[in-house]
């Protein structure tokens, strides 16, 4: 009998995170736009929706980045290493992208803003309010 290879044990970690991200962006999270998750070397391990991979290390590179910002507030992750994992908002015209780091991987979730209607200068939700 032969011991498992490196190659079965990353199909194994891979495939759990992929039903892990599928289950976060089915059913009543289906609003959400797309999901990234990466390893702790920033290597993609998954995506859904309108998530690419092609800045997936970006993506790393931001929550250690920004987990510098705040050096009293400290949490331990898996790699050893010993820093915050603070939540980084970043937001255009359609969306916005939601990045934190959970146990050394970086998660991006991609949430499309609301349908507004801009009339003269007032949403339809200050509409609705003055009515």
Excluded at 21 to 50: E, F, K, Q, Y
Aim: include cysteine; charged fraction near 20%; glycine fraction near 10%.
């Amino acid at each position: 009998m032969s011991a498992p290879s490196a190659s079965n044990g990353r199909q194994s970690g891979r495939s759990q995170s992929e039903s892990l991200i599928h289950s976060m962006v089915s059913g009543d999270r289906a609003h959400v736009g797309g999901l990234l998750c990466n390893d702790p070397a920033g290597l993609c391990l998954a995506t859904r929706g309108n998530m690419g991979n092609e800045d997936s290390g970006t993506y790393t590179n931001l929550v250690r980045l920004a987990s510098q910002l705040q050096p009293d507030s400290k949490e331990s992750s898996s790699d050893g290493a010993i820093y915050a994992a603070p939540l980084i908002t970043i937001e255009t015209e359609s969306s916005a992208i939601l990045v934190k780091e959970y146990d050394g991987h970086a998660v991006a979730i991609r949430v499309p803003k609301a349908e507004a209607c801009v009339k003269d200068g007032a949403t339809s939700m200050d509409s609705e309010a003055s009515s």
